[in-house]
């Protein structure tokens, strides 16, 4: 059984900084890419960065310079640093496996899912 389990979310500051981390089980870590989305009240779910099985990092507009997303695939873990918080970060962040896909910047091309995250940026 496939497991996504998010932590490191919480309460943050206005050019403050939070690091989430997105521990997986149940899958060989390495041969998915994985991603990172967010959903804030009301709104749909969007992308905010993935990384491939080879390290190719794609980021949206809206988090790039400020938000840094890694893996450790000896811990089957993956992390977003997120730096120069700001209160439109505000949302539930879900971490996301994908077994293949194009371009990995849509749900419909991750085959799993964390149970979310709440980050709140307070101004």
């Known amino acids: 059984q496939v497991q996504l389990v998010e932590s490191g979310g919480g309460l943050g500051q206005a050019g403050g900084s939070l690091r989430l981390s997105c521990a997986a089980s149940?899958?060989?870590?390495?041969?998915?890419?994985m991603g990172w989305f967010r959903q804030a009240a009301g709104k749909e779910r969007e992308f905010v960065t993935r990384?491939?099985?080879?390290?190719?990092?794609a980021y949206a507009d809206s988090v790039k310079g400020r938000f840094t997303i890694s893996r450790d695939n000896a811990k089957n873990t993956l992390y977003l640093q997120m730096n120069s918080l700001k209160p439109e970060d505000t949302a539930v962040y879900y971490c996301a496996a994908s077994s293949g896909g194009l371009y990995l910047r849509t749900t419909g091309e991750y085959n799993y899912w964390g149970q979310g995250t709440q980050v709140t940026v307070s101004s």
């Open positions: 990384i491939s099985r080879s390290g190719i990092i």
């Open positions: 149940g899958l060989t870590f390495g041969n998915y890419a």
